[in-house]
């Protein structure tokens, strides 16, 4: 959110048209790149930066203006954090620190391995160095790992118009001057103030008569999801973070959440995919690491729906003896297992959004058993249709309608109740995702196949 | 993001605590409603309002201050919102409307039926009603839909200190007061600045002087997903929205886009899950309206995996001739299409956040191969120990580990590169999500499995 005003011109949304130019000059004439790069945004360089090939981001990030790199650095993908700072010169690497926000310059220390962030961390100045420290005590995902420690606070005794003055003398240095915050001898949160009620409030006025003391603030240890969710909720521009003494450690601001919230949901649909979250780009991430990703959960899932081979074993004389089951086996299973994340689907986000709660498991199960029932009475119809007009036996078709308005009654109450159940045992209900449902779906779908056939058939 | 001084503390957070107290008070003493609920924040009576049964929360809507109905209705669903503008009385719905925001405003009217929103605007100041119909010609999901045109627009010959007087008086008036723009006599925009430029300025500079003209704007026509990523990418607070003459008609401010990314992202994950994407929350919508949604895709679904009966029956001869060939058809056909339900989530995601774009095909085929084969090779281990162990055949065995390989590797390849070649022929990458690909990589699946037991195994 920093805007300091500037004399050259920027451009944005470059980056497309200007990356193989800057590629040329990485391998022509490298000690042009920072003029060539001046009036382009960070947000483009750091596109620019994550495109290039590993050998050519070293030669180009060596080449910024130092300010450039620093804000190409605080923007860049995660992923790619600690192979940047590694790959500057070390004494570039302690100026290119300094002049990063609080919060960027502890992420890029914390990339790195200890010996090399002790190395990098003694030569910054003491101030700098036990800010860094103090930040990198908190976890990523905590509003204390998002936070910046650079605000404007107040106290209750100044005077508006004061406030003002002092307000423009810290516009520079700090992350916002939109949102302010009054603390007491003690350092503790008492009242926020926006800058437009500071501006609208009378000059001679104390803060203490014009701020807010109804006011949010999160904890060092809140979740950022969290965070973000109260940011989006009420509207904010920034939430400020206490510690367990309510003293003011930081401020967690928009620009930050709208990261968070690009982070979470791309977890979210990795989740379901049956991928392990990426923590960078596609391919910014090397080969085998997303391999070993994939693998991991392609494994678990493969050993899971194996069990289905032992199954269907067990019914070996009912398959021998109506072999035309068979051709309606993958029909079934998929159904099922649509049935199953559908209604996953909805409930995980039900959840996320805060519209289902635990309390909601008996709702949420006469819902979808009614739904399956629906559902699955109009699937069987199909499904009766195609059998008979395929030539299968009537008792065949029987089998395999029945089947369906089973499997898709029973796929919804899985789906339905699995998100909900694994939430009050308190793990993450996306664990319940598409995938596993099905996989889970799949052997109790074939064992209901095999023994409605069992019954209608006599076999 | 609005902020005007209360004189009322506000407590935040309190709706899922005070929900029952409040449905105490429709049933019991309504005409309380508007003092219980003064200090509520209207994001947490908005949560109130939709948690509530239809009859409760119409009592609600129409007992509730005027001016906490009109934030309480900005803040809904929109799923509930006809509902909610159809229950009030139509006198205090005109009241209620005058003093929502205007794009809000527009929301309301557009989600009533032509003429209900007819006699509502007939109700309005001429001023409100022009106003409105302006916002309401541009569709939901575009940058116009999204824009409010409450800003503060100055002009280059204005002195510094004159426009922060101005500014002081309009903050009560405007959406944001931390975002300026400057235009020229023609209406069009011809610079920004932000509030931080404005206060460190010099109070004798002109406008025209501090003023930034390298700023970013977006039309009127901009799709709302290209407008969250601008603002995300860029940090912004807001973004001016032109028409084709570039003349400023509103501004979308960061807490709209915060509204949109939650919007999309679970649109995203509905596609996903084979859900035509809810408006409302799961038990806002009515079950008629989830299962007509979920009745479509599941139909559709059918249809496609309803091929797979078509394909085993081609097969029967080889079937009866290997019936232990049945017993691995579940498991190759998940694995199948797991694999391709991977490689379509990361690359969906990528094309999403920008990292894969429609020329990067090749490098994705061959990424995709190579991973696949990889992959396919060790869950192939793992089957042919299975299926040996399990007491089948070596030929059996063979056909299983082989197929195991094959269909890995064209799940990866399928999943890979149908999101880039939708995207190319301009559809919604997400089309290719997991159940349309797991669908067609079904019956390819069984194809390549019976085809590999027929050159195998000669029957």
Redesign the interface.
């Known amino acids: 959110?920093t805007?300091t005003?500037r004399e050259r011109?920027?451009?944005?949304?470059t980056a497309g048209l200007l990356g193989p130019a800057i590629e040329d000059l990485i391998h022509s004439a490298p000690g042009e790149l920072a003029d060539a790069t001046e009036d382009i945004?960070p947000?483009d360089l750091a596109?620019i930066t994550?495109d290039l090939e590993p050998e050519d981001r070293v030669v180009f990030l060596n080449h910024l203006a130092t300010d450039q790199a620093a804000e190409v650095i605080g923007d860049l993908d995660p992923a790619l954090l600690k192979d940047a700072v590694h790959s500057l010169a070390p004494s570039r690497a302690a100026v290119v620190l300094r002049l990063m926000t609080p919060d960027d310059r502890a992420d890029a220390v914390g990339s790195l391995d200890r010996e090399e962030a002790e190395s990098l961390l003694a030569r910054l100045s003491r101030a700098d160095r036990e800010e860094t420290r103090r930040l990198l005590a908190y976890p990523d995902v905590s509003a204390g790992g998002l936070m910046t420690p650079d605000f404007v606070s107040l106290r209750q005794d100044e005077t508006v118009a004061g406030v003002?003055e002092r307000?423009?003398g810290a516009?520079?240095e700090v992350e916002t001057?939109?949102a302010l915050y009054v603390v007491d001898e003690a350092g503790r949160l008492i009242g926020t103030l926006?800058?437009?009620?500071l501006?609208?409030?009378s000059p001679e006025a104390s803060i203490g008569e014009?701020m807010?003391?109804?006011f949010?603030s999160a904890s060092v240890e809140t979740d950022q999801e969290e965070v973000a969710n109260?940011?989006?909720?009420?509207?904010l521009?920034a939430l400020p973070v206490v510690d367990a003494g309510n003293r003011l450690l930081g401020i967690v601001t928009?620009?930050d959440?709208?990261?968070v919230?690009?982070e979470e949901?791309?977890e979210?649909?990795?989740k379901?995919?049956?991928?392990t979250p990426?923590e960078g780009?596609?391919?910014?991430t090397s080969?085998w690491r997303?391999?070993r990703s994939?693998?991991g959960?392609?494994?678990i899932?493969?050993?899971g729906?194996?069990f289905?081979?032992?199954v269907?074993?067990f019914f070996?004389e009912t398959?021998?003896g109506a072999?035309a089951l068979?051709?309606?086996?993958?029909?079934i299973?998929?159904?099922g297992g649509?049935?199953g994340?559908?209604s996953?689907?909805?409930?995980?986000?039900?959840i996320a959004?805060?519209?289902?709660e635990a309390p909601?498991l008996g709702?949420?199960a006469i819902?979808e058993l009614?739904?399956g029932l629906?559902?699955g009475a109009?699937?069987a119809v199909?499904?009766l249709g195609?059998a008979m007009w395929?030539g299968q036996s009537f008792g065949v078709s029987m089998v395999v309608a029945l089947t369906v308005v089973t499997v898709?009654t029973v796929g919804a109450l899985i789906g339905g109740l699995l998100p909900i159940l694994i939430r009050r045992v308190g793990f993450d209900p996306a664990v319940a995702s598409?995938?596993l449902v099905?996989?889970l779906i799949?052997v109790v779908t074939?064992v209901l196949y095999f023994s409605v056939a069992r019954v209608v058939l006599g076999i």
Chains 1, 2 share one sequence.
């Open positions: 959110m805007s005003p011109k920027i451009r944005f949304g945004h947000a596109e994550e003002i307000v423009k516009a520079p001057i939109y926006s800058l437009r009620d501006l609208t409030a014009v807010r003391d109804d949010l109260l940011i989006s909720k009420y509207d521009l928009v620009d959440v709208l990261d919230m690009v949901s791309t979210d649909v990795q379901m995919g049956a991928v990426l780009g596609y391919f910014q080969f997303v391999a994939r693998a959960w392609l494994g899932l493969f050993l729906v194996m289905t081979a032992t269907l074993e070996e398959i021998d072999l068979v051709f309606f086996l993958p029909l299973m998929a159904t649509n049935s994340a559908q996953s689907t909805l409930i995980i986000r039900g959004v805060g519209d289902v909601d709702r949420v819902r009614f739904t629906l559902l109009f699937l199909i499904a195609r395929g898709v598409s995938p099905t996989s799949d074939i």
